[in-house]
């Protein structure tokens, strides 16, 4: 069933979405019978939930994150049969919707399943009732844990601070009791669904179950590498995500702003980058977001030929940039993040912001010879294996 198992892989990085769309469950709706109501301890431990997760401020930010840590996972994992791609597409749009939005979340999730499955009025019904009852028990089982671990999620994305080995570990063993409980429930919950369904949606179901079962296989596998602190970013695919990563100097969307210290770090890491190392940039940039001028730099020096000192002068300009970012923003943090993101590339506050972009663009111009000017005049977007090699 496409909702458990959403839910089971919750210890995806997308887990706390996950938590928050069983919680939600309890507001299935007038046709569940009073006995599947949720209780008052777990519509306040939903309410709880719901709350914090608000802490994040722009769900969208956080959204692009979640998107991409996901796709790592199915790319990597080689999950490309149509039940893989399906649960990933599922997943994405339930984890698009805020998780305060929890009726919004239910009615796309209790959608997704009906389509799947061709459901009938009654199947539906019958499924409704079903998680309602389970997923109230569930929470009252084990709100502690739900709330404890949502809570501090939270607060670590909320002020720029990356998930540690420790914490996971600390995480694993914590819910290894709910995990457990988590299976009878899905196996009892398969059996109620299976029962009720028609040779070929049981069909269906089956493929989807094989599928599901090969991911649940593989982060099971992990949860005892965790236990021991042996979890990595790369485990959630979050290879890519910038508080994970620490190459956020700039965390304008979470109002926390780091020190000088990060700032040259990522300058040093746009260095190494356009010298050719392995280092994880963003492939976009944005003049008013210091974050992704190193994607501008690298393209830069791709598009020009930059010879090794020019190289080294891009990367030192690049960090000098991104100094006088931060010194700018971090006392006006409060006021810049209130700033809405669709706003900022024309906002008057980030006006200093978008001049120190355009100083970059100017003085990495300055090192350019006349011919590699010329060049990059006319250098097309996508390059062949055959073009032109720069002049110097």
């Known amino acids: 069933m496409r909702f458990m198992r959403w839910f089971r892989e919750m210890r995806r990085p997308y887990w706390l979405t996950a938590v928050v769309g069983l919680a939600t469950l309890g507001w299935g709706g007038d046709r569940a019978g009073a006995q599947d109501r949720p209780t008052v301890r777990s519509m306040e431990t939903l309410r709880s939930i719901t709350e914090e997760t608000k802490k994040l401020g722009n769900w969208d930010t956080e959204y692009i994150n979640i998107e ?16 893989d791609r399906y649960a990933l597409e ?3 749009d339930v984890a698009r919707i805020p998780p305060w939005e929890f009726l919004k979340r239910f009615d796309r999730i209790t959608e997704g399943v009906t389509e799947r499955y061709s459901l009938s009025e009654a199947q539906g019904i019958n499924l409704k009732s079903a998680i309602i009852r389970e997923s109230s028990q569930l ?5 502690r844990v739900m709330f404890g671990q949502v809570r501090d999620a939270v607060v670590l994305r909320a002020n720029g601070k990356p998930f540690t080995p420790e914490l996971i570990a600390e995480w694993t063993k914590e819910s290894d009791p709910m995990m457990a409980d988590l299976d009878t429930v899905f196996v009892r919950m398969i059996g109620e669904l299976r029962a009720g369904m028609t040779s070929r949606q049981q069909a269906i179901l089956d493929r989807d179950l094989v599928s599901f079962e090969k991911r649940m ?3 099971v596998g992990m949860r005892g590498r965790w236990a021991d602190g042996g979890w990595t970013p790369q485990d959630w695919g979050m290879q890519d995500d910038p508080i994970q990563t620490g190459s956020d100097p700039f965390i304008l969307k979470r109002g926390a702003m780091p020190d000088q210290s990060a700032a040259r770090r990522a300058a040093a890491e746009t260095g190494a980058a356009i010298e050719g190392e392995t280092v994880q940039l963003p492939l976009r940039w944005k003049a008013h977001d210091p974050t ?16 090794p000192g020019q190289t080294d002068a891009a990367a030192s300009i690049h960090a000098e940039l991104v100094d006088r970012a931060a010194d700018f923003a971090k006392p006006r943090a409060a006021m810049l993040k209130g700033v809405p993101e669709a706003l900022r590339p024309t906002h008057e506050a980030f006006a200093p912001i978008r001049t120190m972009f355009n100083e970059l663009e100017t003085r990495l111009g300055a090192l350019l010879t006349k011919a590699q000017r010329e060049y990059a005049r006319n250098q097309r977007p996508a390059k062949t294996a055959d073009a032109p090699k720069p002049p110097h």
């Open 139 to 143: 929470m009252m089982r084990h709100a």
């Open 90 to 92: 599922l997943a994405l």
């Open 292 to 307: 992704t001028w190193a994607a501008y730099v690298l393209d830069f020096k791709k598009r020009s030929g930059l010879d």
């Open 68 to 83: 991409q840590a996901a796709k790592n996972i199915w790319r990597e994992s080689g999950w490309n049969s149509e039940p």
């Open 217 to 219: 296989k593989h982060f």
